[in-house]
């Protein structure tokens, strides 16, 4: 069992920063891959970047250049730094790893979900 506790999230104004940060912890596991995803009102959750136990890296287009996702494997601990933010950035953001337990099952998790909200 693997357990997922996010923080900072918040309110801010549009051009502003923020950095989530996701910390796993738990029983025996080896992440495969971590990321953060969002889901704002009336839409489907949507994946907003991840990264493998590689240290390979993938955004959506819509915040390339202006979110910066990135690990701490000490910590296993998973970041994601906002910039130039806008309103539509405005969604509860979740944390999600894939984890490969001692029998070798992949398990996803999800971390309780953070409220960013921007303000125009």
């Known amino acids: 069992q693997v357990q997922l506790v996010e923080s900072g999230g918040g309110l801010v104004q549009a051009g502003g920063s923020l950095r989530l940060s996701c910390a796993a912890s738990?029983?025996?596991?080896?992440?495969?891959?971590m990321g953060w995803y969002r889901q704002a009102p009336g839409k489907q959750r949507e994946l907003v970047a991840s990264?493998?136990?590689?240290?390979?890296?993938n955004y959506a287009d819509s915040v390339k250049g202006r979110f910066t996702i990135s690990g701490d494997n000490v910590k296993n601990t998973v970041y994601l730094q906002m910039t130039s933010l806008n309103p539509e950035d405005t969604a509860v953001y979740y944390c999600?790893?894939?984890?490969?337990?001692?029998?070798?099952?992949?398990?996803?998790?999800w971390g309780q979900g953070t409220q960013v909200t921007v303000s125009s």
């Open positions: 990264i493998t136990s590689g240290g390979s890296t």
């Open positions: 999600n790893v894939v984890v490969v337990n001692s029998y070798s099952v992949r398990i996803n998790y």
């Open positions: 738990g029983s025996r596991f080896s992440i495969n891959a």
